[in-house]
């Protein structure tokens, strides 16, 4: 028979399950709702069936100013735990679990200003991944990580971006618009945006 004490320390031995989630934004108020929505409903940072369809501008309004509202209130604020993080995984990130083929799917919401976001510890069944998001003006790079658990296979696309000249994994080039890969260790894709776009 396993003791507790021995449980606990196997589970040491693996940080990445023991970590909480993590959003990195260039909104503070929006990272703080996140980490505090986390520590409420911490199996919420997952990838779920259906996403966020039509997620756009007003839908992303809403999410900072619901952000600014806890960072004022604080948790007196009237946030659902589950539906803000929601918003940000399957909203922002355009993270779901039923795409074709039995594939997960991450399309970032990319916001104008913003150069950088990540999201670190998203649960996708049995996996863990982060993902960052680097945007530059020609191109747009997505870097994953797996950080816990099986490969899983993987569709990587962009929402609100014009048209894509050329996609790249690992430097390798793919055509269309999404690149469709098996994730396991480290990824990179570079979405290059059409001139003029």
Known sequence: MVERGELDRGRAELPGLTRSPLLDTPDPALNRAFAWAVRRDPAGVRADPGGEPGWGEDDFDELLEAAEWF????????????????????????????????????????????????????RCHRTLLDVELRARTEWLTLRFELSFGPAIPLVAGLRNIGPVAQITVDEEPLQGDRAIFTLHDEHEVTFFVQAGS
């Open 71 to 122: 960072r004022r209130v604080g948790p007196a604020a009237d946030l659902s735990p589950a539906g803000f993080l929601r918003s940000v995984v399957a909203g922002l990130f355009g993270v779901r679990a039923d795409a074709a083929g039995g594939r997960f799917e991450i399309a970032p919401w990319v916001p104008e200003q913003w150069r950088t976001m990540a999201l670190r510890r998203l």
